[in-house]
């Protein structure tokens, strides 16, 4: 008789991505930390936030590798988009343009949580896709394993209305929270924030002078 095993679910650990949508842009903060399974830690200074076109940006988290072609994917999407059109693709065709990528993947999906937010005509917006290509629109959203922390500032102190310069203190203030309680989290963190200005990400001073503002 055969000895039957059940087989275990993979489950993947690690990041804290926050994603805000604020009254003059969006931003987006992630944990530099990328680990695998056993709490081994890959790296300590990962890159989570990728710029996707200059009014778009992206956040990943899940299998790096995947993610990191669902990046490539839209790259080249929003570039073919802006020579044939003469003009940036919108955030939600972007969106639905990723989500499409990971249902039509669904029998060998992509194992990635992604965040695409930008700035377009419409204004400023922020989307969740998951892995089976789930597609919905956020004012604030966190993904993996330190997201419920994550989740505690943001239900606590978000508001319609916020401005941009809130929405960075608050976005580092959950992303850190995290990085104290989630193993899985942390090293350091990235900031980036897109408005009508385009894609710009913080620098290290920028982020030092951040962190006295928001712990004092």
């Known amino acids: 008789m055969l000895d039957y095993k059940p087989i275990k679910p993979l489950v993947y650990h690690g990041t804290t991505t926050v994603g805000l949508v604020c009254i003059d842009g969006i931003v987006f903060s992630t944990d530099t930390r990328v680990t695998m399974p056993r709490s081994y830690i890959a790296h300590r200074k990962g890159k989570k936030i990728y710029k ?3 009014h778009l940006g992206m956040t990943i988290a899940g299998v790096v590798a995947d993610a990191q072609n669902v990046v490539d994917i839209l790259r080249y999407y929003a570039g073919t988009y802006k020579l044939e059109k003469k003009a940036p693709i919108p955030v939600k065709a972007a969106a639905r343009l990723a989500s499409n990528v990971f249902f039509s993947s669904r029998l060998f999906p992509y194992i990635a949580d992604v965040l695409i937010g930008g700035c377009d005509e ?12 789930s597609l919905t629109k956020e004012n604030y959203v ?3 394993s330190g997201s419920p922390i994550a989740y505690g500032i943001l239900e606590s102190e978000y508001h319609n209305g916020i401005k941009l310069e809130k929405g960075i203190a608050m976005a580092v203030k959950a992303v850190t929270s995290a990085m104290k309680r989630d193993a899985m989290s942390g090293d350091n963190f990235d900031v980036v924030t ?3 200005e385009g ?3 913080l620098f ?7 962190l006295t503002k928001v712990f004092g």
């Open 52 to 54: 996707i076109d200059d």
């Open 199 to 201: 894609y710009k990400e």
């Open 204 to 210: 290290e001073e920028e982020k030092k002078k951040l």
């Open 122 to 133: 419409t204004g400023a917006s922020i989307f969740n896709v998951d892995l089976f290509g």
């Open 194 to 196: 897109v408005d009508k």
């Open 142 to 144: 966190s993904t993996g």
